[in-house]
């Protein structure tokens, strides 16, 4: 936690919780209290969680991650098809974000019925109004498989290896530089979070973000046109 202080203040953390971890009673209290020690606002943090760990203790799990969401952490089902793959919990959790598993992404290609279940699986998730991310994009074949099935949000080393935090916003403003796109606007909706507006027309919901703690940096970038929905 002690590094994100220094981190773009557009980039969010990404922590994975064990069955252990998210069954544990106190998980939620020392969570939020790292975070008041390192001087991090909830909204930088995300959890991502396992259908097996869900199921490990389902009281406290939902407990623990309703704490969190509540304080502002954002909550991620992450390797969905992995596991139980139980539609009943989709119901019992609020998740901000659902992650495919890899592997439903990898069997759909160049196959028929692996493609028709991942297709499902995402009309599924779109269902219940979470953002999809699918996982495990390797090459342009997965990546229009998955537009087409309508998956817009994903992962992989083809699309963006591992690269330091330090290095993310240089690399944001040589991406939308090389595209010929430029910012001319942003607001923040409770629903779609922080969304910017370009010179193509094309809005950019780059991580999801539902904070006002986010409108002094943009005020701070000039950028016109803010607005909030309640």
């Known amino acids: 936690f002690a590094e994100v202080p220094r981190w773009d203040p557009l980039v969010r953390l990404s922590l994975n919780l064990s069955a252990v971890q998210l069954c544990s009673a106190d998980l939620s209290e020392k969570v939020l209290r790292a975070l008041e020690r390192a001087g991090v606002g909830p909204e930088r943090l995300q959890v991502e969680v396992t259908e097996t760990a869900l199921f490990a203790d389902f009281v406290t799990a939902k407990r623990n991650l309703a704490s969190l969401r509540e304080a502002g952490v ?23 974000q659902i992650k495919l598993d890899g592997a439903l992404v990898t069997a759909a290609l160049d196959n028929a019925d692996g493609e028709r279940l991942l297709g499902a699986v995402i009309s599924l998730c779109r269902g219940i109004g979470a953002p999809i991310v699918a996982e495990h994009i390797e090459s342009e074949r997965h990546l229009d498989m998955l537009r087409k099935l309508g998956c817009t949000l994903g992962q992989g080393f083809w699309l963006q290896p591992p690269l330091p935090a330090a290095d993310l916003p240089l690399h944001n403003q040589r991406w939308y530089r090389d595209r010929g796109i430029a910012l001319t606007g942003a607001w923040v909706d409770k629903d779609q979070g922080l969304v910017f507006t370009t010179n193509t027309g094309d809005p950019i919901n780059p991580s999801n973000l539902r904070q006002r703690s986010f409108a002094p940096l943009l005020k701070r970038a000039g950028l016109p046109h803010m607005r909030f929905h309640d």
């Open 74 to 96: 954002m909550i991620v089902l992450d390797d969905f098809g992995a596991g139980y793959a139980s539609i009943g919990y989709l119901r019992e959790f609020q998740f901000d």
